[in-house]
């Protein structure tokens, strides 16, 4: 299996995808529909609360769920969820996978880095009018978890060197006491040192482990992903630690939910590539009041297919607005976004 580590080589394989790609309806289109239309009376407030849009990719003989999460800057945990029973070793030529590239956003400031536990990413909001980015990331494994709350970047270090804890040590005595800079080092190139003592967010020497959870709780990116995140956040930038399954938001009029697995579930879908999703406590009352004026237009079947998958896959759970005639255009009715059915 590839690495992806020499440039020409993943240059070569995302090529290689593009001519593949299928895309569905994006959120975008669905904004900027719901923004030329005219403004019903009774409806929710208009913001645009995911980014990215939903992909779908037909799979080449070669291809590994690994390759393709690490082409697209996904997790391999949140691609095997967006695509249980498909074999992540050999997905098999012409095997349809959904690409979970569009989110919701976390319910937390829109400030600096954000980071969800849950679906395992990063979202860099740069302020300014700039695009808010998102990155895959690996966290800490059971009983090692990083903190919730909220820290700062103190610190930043470009070919960072590692000293093993204690704990780690006792669990590997051949380690030295520092690792230098290099290949054998696993923080990678670049490393962001938290206000929590001991916490990091860094690079990896093994990025199959991204969308994973093997670290002691530092939070790890892509090689090429902390090097892009580290170019961008300066010393001092807010950090924001949540732990969020089921994430709600709107693209213009339309209410959206992503719900996640849980950490069982994901530790079954590695092993036996499907899962049993249990449902979520007090779901339809979040959904009841986050959708506020729009809850007579929420399709709660829909909400109930969503949570059955938790999949991670942003599900449009309330039906159009109705547009008076009189004010109805040709291009007026909304489009089918980001829905799971959709594709």
Not at 111 to 139: C, E, H, K, M
Not at 279 to 289: A, F, H, M, N, Q
């Amino acid at each position: 299996m590839s690495d992806h580590h020499s440039a020409p080589s993943r240059r070569a394989i995302l090529a290689g995808m593009a001519a593949s790609l299928v895309s569905a309806l994006a959120p975008s289109q669905l904004a900027a529909q719901n923004a030329a239309r005219p403004r019903p009376r009774g409806g929710a407030p208009r913001r645009n609360d995911v980014v990215g849009e939903l992909l779908v990719y037909s799979a080449r003989y070669e291809d590994t769920l690994m390759d393709i999460a690490r082409t697209y800057n996904l997790g391999y945990a949140e691609l095997i969820a967006a695509n249980p029973g498909v074999d992540p070793w050999l997905p098999g030529l012409g095997t349809r996978i959904l690409l979970p590239t569009a989110h919701v956003l976390p319910d937390a400031p829109r400030q600096g880095v954000v980071v969800n536990l849950s679906d395992q990413r990063i979202y860099w909001f740069a302020g300014g009018g700039q695009p808010i980015r998102t990155f895959a990331i690996g966290i800490g494994q059971e009983g090692l978890g990083t903190p919730i709350g909220s820290t700062s970047v103190v610190r930043k270090k470009e070919n960072p060197t590692w000293t093993p804890t204690p704990e780690k040590r006792k669990e590997d005595p051949t380690l030295p006491t520092v690792v230098p800079a290099g290949p054998d080092n696993p923080m990678g190139a670049f490393a962001m040192y938290l206000g929590w003592p001991l916490y990091a967010i860094h690079g990896t020497n093994e990025p199959d482990a991204i969308g994973r959870r093997v670290t002691r709780g530092c939070i790890r990116l892509y090689p090429e992903g902390i090097e892009e995140l580290y170019r961008m956040v300066p010393i001092g930038t807010r950090v924001t630690v949540v732990a969020q399954e089921a994430k709600m938001g709107w693209i213009g009029d339309d209410l959206f939910v992503e719900l996640h697995p849980t950490r069982e579930d994901v530790d079954m879908l590695e092993e036996e590539r499907t899962f049993h999703p249990k449902p979520i406590p007090g779901l339809r009352e979040r959904v009841e009041k986050f959708a506020g004026v729009a809850v007579s237009r929420v399709d709660w079947p829909t909400l109930e297919a969503a949570e059955s998958r938790r999949d991670g896959v942003p599900v449009r759970v309330t039906r159009a607005l109705a547009v008076p005639s009189a004010e109805a255009s040709p291009g007026s009715r909304p489009r089918e976004g980001v829905s799971h059915t959709a594709l």
